[in-house]
């Protein structure tokens, strides 16, 4: 039974006054973990997102979800001590003593807003007892390093897989996309830790350093792209929405909600006026990237759709995911078509063994490489549709696939924790390495 | 298309304590007790938040590729375990919509953990699959409630090891208020005297344990009673078991009226009723004659081509008006010759050509799909309800969707065609283009017979036509040896005289649901297998049995007992048997539109007609779905508020050419009047005190209006509506 309030007042004042109540450090938490699983961007219940200081001020359809000052005259202090019916967490255990006090205290105290404005991402390199998933794999535009995500950190390696050049770790756990800016000096990491945060990472290639940060949403962003011109970041969220900033000063520049679902990939255009992005409602969806009004729906639904890629000189797209059959659609779809209309899709790609996780378009324009649930990458002649190659190798899926500037190799990486560089004139397996330095195993190869 | 098991992708050492943790073996199990997969939560068709796993972990590779490939594996971190989002969920460290669902210091976090740190194996089909669950004890019969037994699960492993696996073991019983099941302590509770089975799952293998809780009230002594065949003494040696005492037989006139109704669906006439009584045979000879009498009727043939009509959905909504009435003709013209049933059966499964001339062939009309042919053809002949398995391995048997698919495949190359009169339609086997294929991979499904019937010659691995595959599923559905076909048969066939079946749903047999008494409907299926799928020698078995003839009234021993047939049961009459009954008892004429004069309830050809009238309001099945349970026998307000308010039977008791009116007209004395009124609504005649009361209110004003009355009151009385 909870205790009556005043008897319970006194009881915790003592320890509470020994520091000022902070938003950002005790009950953020709090909300993300109690609250945040309804409370979130994207389906708030009540129209009420707790997720951040701005969200929680906003309040909800009730109305302010605190009044400064006035703990008790707070809405989220009387649902949580069922002074509002229903009592929160709706269908849960009610929340121990000590958070609903941190939380009054807090309000009591003003309800100020204590979060960072700008925020790096840093934190202490890993440690391997065995290799974890890789998530992704990036070429830098002069061919001279393969960007690798690891747990909680990016690596960069040389190019050939012949060694470490440097360790960016930062605070997210899982890092699903990256991308170099065109001159290669700044590297672009989109991810997150599941169900708690998203994070845009940017980072100083050369002096391997945190530039900026970027925290968004409850769980982690997918699929992040920077426009060719470098001026845009764009992100999918499990919010359902795409968030593009500005890259130069990590200000976002405005929210896109026209899926249904998670977003989960993103490709700008080739003169970066315009983003396509991907997701679970199984929709292309074509907006202007100056302002993310939204222009025409790229393809017809089907499956669920995971993976975007663009031809390296044109407006012509390639998406794939759980149907298994990757689609080059053109970019853009005349207002005028009907809605069976198909004519502005190119070809289909031969049907996968598995779901499709990553797709990437060679920068000569040849080739089209494919890959996910199946233990093989499928290359086909991106002219003819024609497959050029399956390579084997690999032990399990695959979650991220790359072309090297020249075109000349595709490194490739997943489940089994190895990257694997191929070959794309012969097909052959060149080399496989472990990304990571193994604690026990005697580091990186 | 199963693209890749992962097993020791990542190199890791074990320590020899730690104990190898495969996904196959250790962690699925967990996902399904901790409720993970359950329909609700992530198993539930579309999943959950955007993670979704098979229905009660029905197809282990799915999931653990949902693990390891949704969203580049985002529920596992090799690096850090402990960071892994699937235990920080379950645990709630972080919110999760579905609550806690297990702590930190628990075996199945470090289980999981383990698990994750040893690289996520999936582990060995071969090796880690369970092949079997045996359970502990095997039968449950505790002397009085309030006793508690442990249970114990163990499951075997394709190379013969074992473990106790009770604690991951999903334990249900399936009439928790006599016998309850603990599930934190995996032991069950007598409850109350009667009882239960209880169903063990785990990872997709299942057993029941069939629990009995006696009555512990000492004193008991078995009185035989005259058992009139096997059916009786099958039912004694249970009841003897149970401490049970048999209810006795009913009086004469409540057996003939119960017998009437449910051979005939027609009450007995007032003359049939005093001819019984008054006939001095020895008791159960005399009943055996009544019964060849009664199957003898026309009505006999009435009744049970309805019965069948429902359950073949004979109705124009599918075959138009002349279709209707070709199948129902098809159907009473078997029934009348007493066509063996698998005959019959085999005659509508082989059926083709047009719905006109070859009129069983509507049997296809009705259902136009492989799958929905099929749902049909299983649940209707074999009590089995395949409809779960489309989506999802069925949750409480061992049918896979496989299986699903492969029994359609029977059915895909029937094709349905317009003829060339109006409404004709031809049933053909299509020559080509009629493969059956799974929905997940488009994979060619060839047909494969559900169970194996021992002397059905095995199939073809392929290339079987379409018109061959309906021959070998109707071989394979009629052969003696299929233990579905009689047996379903049988138990259907006993409900309609107990109002329950010896496996009960009817058309829902399935390992959970077991027998009450499986000797019982051993016996009988044997029996009807024995006299040649004889339906009408299937009855008169039944209804010429003590247990059938029994009375409603109970005493000390079996007052509690629904299971066994130790006393009968009040049945509300059916739709039809009611309004037959209505007009049987107030002599008006039945009155049904689009019909020739003087066509009973029970004779309508379908459901159209007299559509949303008295009929359907007492529950007339639709004809649409082959589910027993189309037909309602609940009583209802507006049902009730019909009997008392509506036009059908004060209109029918105030029929210048009906019963009392004739009566009153006759000249007979009060007495007579009275008399013939009850035996004419209850079949019974009046007692003493009902006589006089009769009379007296007779005489207490104009005789015609109070004859009315009296006839309109019995109408409405409990005695009437129900079967007892």
Redo the contacts between chains.
Sequence with gaps: MRLPLLWALPYFAPCLAAAEPSFYRDVRPIL???????HRPGGASSGLDVTTYSALAAGGKRGAAFVAGQADESLTVKYLLAVAQPRMPL??AALPNDQVELIRAWINAGAKDDSPAVETSTAKP?L??????I?AVRYSPDGQLLAVA???EILLHRADGSGLVSRLPGQA??L?SLAFSRDGKILVAGGG????FGEVQVWDVAAAKPLRAMKLTTD?V?GASLAPDGSRIAVGC?DNTVHVFDAKSGEEAYKIGNHE??V?STVFGVNSQRLVSVG?DRAAKLVDAATGRFLENVNLLRGELTAVARHPAKDIVVLGGEERVPYVYLMDRPKNMKIADDTTLVRKLGRQ???I?TLDWSPDAQLIAVA????EVNLYDAGTGELRWALKGH???I??VTFSPDSKRLAAA????QVRLYDTSTGQLVKAFIP?PMA??GGAQ | MKYLLVNSLVAVSLSAAEAPVTYLKDVAPILNKAGCTSGPCHGAAKGKNGFKLSLRGYDPQFDYEALLYDLSGRRFNRAEPGKSLMLAKPTQEIAHGGGLRFEKNTTYYKTIFNWIAQGVPYGDVAKDKVASIQVEPTEIAMPKPGEKLALKVTATYPDGTTREVTREATIESNTPDVARVDTASATVAGERVGEATLLLRYEGKYATIPVAVLNPKPGFVWKPLAQHNYIDQLIDAKLQKMKIQPSPLVDDAAFLRRVSLDLTGQLPAPDEVRAFLADNTPNKLKRSKAIDKLMAKPAYVDQWTMKWGDLLQSSRKFLGEKGTYGFREWIRESLAANKPYDVWVRELINSSGSSYESPEANYYRTTRDAKATMEKTTQVFMGTRMVCAQCHDHPFEKWTQNQYFEMSAFFSGVGVRPGYEVGEEIIYNQRSDFAMKHPKDNRVMEPKYLVAAAGVPPLPPHDLDARKRREAFANWLTSRENPMFAKSTVNRMWSYFFGKGIIDPVDDIRASNPPVNAALLDALTKDFLAHNFDLRYLMRTIVNSRAYQASIATNEWNAGDTTNFSHATPRRLGAEQLMDAVSQATGARPDFPEVPEDTTATQLPDPHVGKEGFLDLFGRPTRETACECERRTELSLPQALNLVNGGTISDAVADPKGRVAKLVLSGRPDAAIVEELYLASLSRLPSKAESDSGLAYLAGGPRAGRAQDLLWALLNSKAFLYSW
């Design positions: 993300q973990q109690q609250c945040a699983s309804c269908g849960g890993a391997y007892s065995q290799a974890p998933v998530t690891g747990n909680g756990e899982r699903l830790t599941p169900a708690r982690t997918f499990a679902n998670w989960l679970r063994n598995g779901p996780m996910g649930a199946a233990p032990a399990a899926g979650y991220s997943g489940f089994d924790g990571v026990a195993m």
